[in-house]
């Protein structure tokens, strides 16, 4: 079974994706998730709602999530971009069927209601934050799907244990899907070449790290790819086998990243 | 199976709805088709996208939908209103899951790309149209939800049978499902006390119509009530017994409905 991360950048070649998981699905299972981050931002531009950015003590930075955000969030991940890919898919004749975290409680999280922020060297307390961290995965429905081959395109948000909407960050929920579903390869596509050692530099790709050694790559992560990092590692500890980042962009992106093209941990 | 299609509008009593809908699914399995034309409406306007209305050679006003505007579809129908609804759900204890009818090709429709419309005595072609009619329901995947106790909740839009997104009327794609799954009882919930003899008269609701007899209410119809009567002659075609015309405000809004508080069609 392969799982399938795609960013949600806007130069990602969503039909070199379709290719590829049209030929690969031939021969295993495929689960895509999907990010919406670009499409999100102009929606709330262009509805005059700001994209707030906090800090977390330990310096990651993330989207604040209130309920105006939840709701510009759910327009766009959800709504305009999950059907948008999956009719796409269909376009290539890949029978894939959209769902969220809330559907079904496929993706199931603890809220995180109160958020510790940095504000400069001040550390401050938001409340009626609306997200959480997926814990919970309903591998019956994921399974039920692909036994009657659909493939699957998910999408956050999720569903807290309270039945609330709850925003929550996408690579941590694709390694906590993968253990679930006991999945040994992940394949995460973005608008890069793959980890650089200088972020300046698209020719400086880290072709391969060890995956116990995926600490020592942390001071080469630039902004999000921190998260991708910590993401990594927590699918590396539940047993995902090799993690494949490569080059959204490319023409044959999925097979090019198995190939080795990006950063390859393992 | 029953059949319930709850209305967009912004007075319906959702929780209502819930708690019947998780009692009456003790005994039958239960299908939910919604609307959400309002919040469709309120974001083309923050949006400052006019949603555009256009009125058939026949007389029928429905909206006209080009790209733009099935963009904001999207973000309302599948994205907010749909998972907000299966949240919700969730709250009571529902095991809803969420899907438009381009998943799955669930309503597969055929598209109508230009389009005859009147204005004022003079009838247009309006190219670029995207709207269709749903002919093809997805029984498979339907069932598959249903036999494994999750409540499909669905909207549209549709699948083209070209893999395009179209926008569909919802009364006539419960109609073409209701045929596909044998469903024999349909229930209809909006913002009103059922059909009225006289629109400003709240009073004047006509309890029972002949389930043969539909095209001589047509006079009494108002607006969209025209194409939920069309709807219903369309469900009565594909052999459903039983229509109930509800109100979606009231407390308990499917049980009143199936007690006939409303327009029974039978």
Redesign the interface.
């Known amino acids: 079974m392969l799982l399938i991360k795609v960013g949600g950048g806007k130069q990602i070649n969503w039909d070199g994706v379709c290719q590829d998981i049209r030929q690969l699905s031939q021969e295993e299972k495929i689960i895509v998730v999907h990010g919406a981050s670009v499409q999100r931002d102009e ?1 709330a531009a ?2 005059s709602i700001p994209v707030k950015t906090v800090v977390s003590p330990s310096g990651i930075s993330s989207v604040y999530t209130d309920e105006e955000a939840l ?1 510009v969030f ?7 971009v ?3 890919i ?2 796409r898919m ?2 290539h004749g890949i ?6 975290g ?4 496929l993706w199931q999280a603890k809220a995180k209601k109160d958020l510790l922020v940095k504000e400069g060297n001040k550390v401050k307390l938001l409340k009626d934050n609306r997200t959480g961290r997926v814990e919970k995965i309903n591998t ?2 994921i399974n ?1 799907l692909l036994e ?1 081959d ?1 493939i699957p395109v998910i999408c956050p ?1 999720s ?1 807290s244990f309270e ?3 709850v925003n929550t960050d996408n690579d941590w929920a694709v390694a906590v899907m993968a253990e679930a579903l006991h999945i040994r390869k992940v394949v995460f596509l973005f608008e890069a070449p793959g980890l650089l050692r200088d972020h300046l530099n698209k020719d400086s790709v880290i072709s391969h790290i060890e995956k116990e050694k995926l600490d020592e790559f942390l001071e080469f992560a630039h902004k999000r790819m921190k998260k991708k990092i910590l993401g990594a590692k927590r699918a590396v500890e539940g047993g995902v086998e090799a993690i494949y980042w490569g080059d959204g962009r490319r023409e044959t992106p999925v097979k090019d990243a198995l190939n080795g093209k990006g950063t390859v941990i393992s």
């Open positions: 929606i262009r509805l709701d759910l327009m766009a991940y959800p709504g305009l999950n059907k948008q999956v009719a269909h376009q029978n894939a069927v959209g769902l969220c809330v559907d079904g409680k019956e429905l039920l009657h659909y948000p569903l039945s609330e909407i």
